[in-house]
């Protein structure tokens, strides 16, 4: 299964028509959050498959156009505290990060980061008991804590997520939220059965399960 996974930053070429000739093959979208919401529409669009979304938290609550107000790109699924079947893929999401201030959206403390989670565990239960798995792919805006995050408080890691990953084993988890300058950042993690990945801008690639 093919999937392209975007986040943090507008890929100029995803936002034109050049989509369709370097972009093919893609099964779905997932998307990490701090995108504009007319910017995945714009590829869910061309390319005619499922989008998947959390919101992050540069993400607004209402964006403003001239076609019209948006509260999420429309078309798109939602992910947040949400629990989907995608074919024979499971997949569960939470947005925003950790709060660092009292004026942006889709923050949240440690602890509420912990209630999200816990929120998603009755369906994950369901669905080891009806499918054999709890769950093939987590998608978040921030990073687990200690993995791929940043000692800056804006940036630092959610510890509910490594509990997630442990016990639920995830195939893969996809975050975006920490900005990758360095050619030699990590972006790519095994942590026991899953494979954390930071998907800044946007990465194409199969999923194998």
Same mark, same amino acid.
């Given at each position: 299964?093919?999937?392209?996974?975007?986040?943090?930053?507008?890929?100029?070429?995803?936002?034109?028509?050049?989509?369709?000739?370097?972009?093919?093959?893609?099964?779905?979208?997932?998307?990490?959050?701090?995108?504009?919401?007319?910017?995945?529409?714009? &590829?869910?669009?061309?390319? %005619?498959?499922? =989008?998947?979304? #959390?919101? !992050?938290?540069?993400?607004?609550?209402?964006?403003? $156009?001239?076609?019209?107000?948006?509260?999420?790109?429309?078309?798109?699924?939602?992910?947040?505290?949400? &629990?989907?079947?995608?074919? %024979?893929?499971? =997949?569960?999401? #939470?947005? !925003?990060?950790?709060?660092?201030?009292?004026?942006? $959206?889709?923050?949240?403390?440690?602890?509420?980061?912990?209630?999200?989670?816990?929120?998603?565990?009755?369906?994950?239960?369901?669905?080891?008991?009806?499918?054999?798995?709890?769950?093939?792919?987590?998608?978040?805006?921030?990073?687990?804590?200690?993995?791929?995050?940043?000692?800056?408080?804006?940036?630092?890691?959610?510890?509910?997520?490594?509990?997630?990953?442990?016990?639920?084993?995830?195939?893969?988890?996809?975050?975006?939220?920490?900005?990758?300058?360095?050619?030699?950042?990590?972006?790519?993690?095994?942590?026991?059965?899953?494979?954390?990945?930071?998907?800044?801008?946007?990465?194409?690639?199969?999923?194998?399960?």
């Amino acid at each position: 299964m093919n999937i392209l996974s975007i986040s943090d930053v507008i890929i100029p070429f995803l936002h034109s028509p050049e989509i369709r000739e370097k972009i093919c093959g893609v099964d779905f979208i997932i998307a990490c959050g701090d995108l504009p919401y007319y910017y995945q529409e714009y &590829i869910f669009e061309k390319l %005619n498959v499922p =989008l998947y979304f #959390v919101r !992050g938290n540069h993400d607004s609550p209402i964006e403003h $156009s001239a076609d019209g107000d948006r509260n999420a790109p429309r078309g798109g699924i939602d992910l947040h505290r949400r &629990i989907i079947h995608q074919d %024979n893929l499971i =997949l569960a999401g #939470v947005e !925003g990060c950790i709060l660092y201030n009292k004026w942006g $959206s889709f923050q949240y403390t440690q602890g509420e980061m912990w209630r999200h989670v816990l929120s998603l565990v009755p369906g994950l239960l369901f669905n080891r008991l009806l499918y054999g798995r709890y769950l093939d792919v987590f998608v978040s805006h921030a990073a687990p804590w200690g993995i791929h995050d940043k000692a800056d408080w804006p940036h630092q890691g959610v510890k509910a997520y490594n509990w997630l990953i442990r016990v639920f084993k995830p195939k893969y988890h996809f975050h975006g939220h920490n900005h990758i300058y360095e050619t030699d950042t990590i972006i790519q993690t095994q942590v026991g059965d899953t494979l954390v990945m930071n998907t800044y801008g946007y990465r194409q690639q199969d999923l194998t399960f």
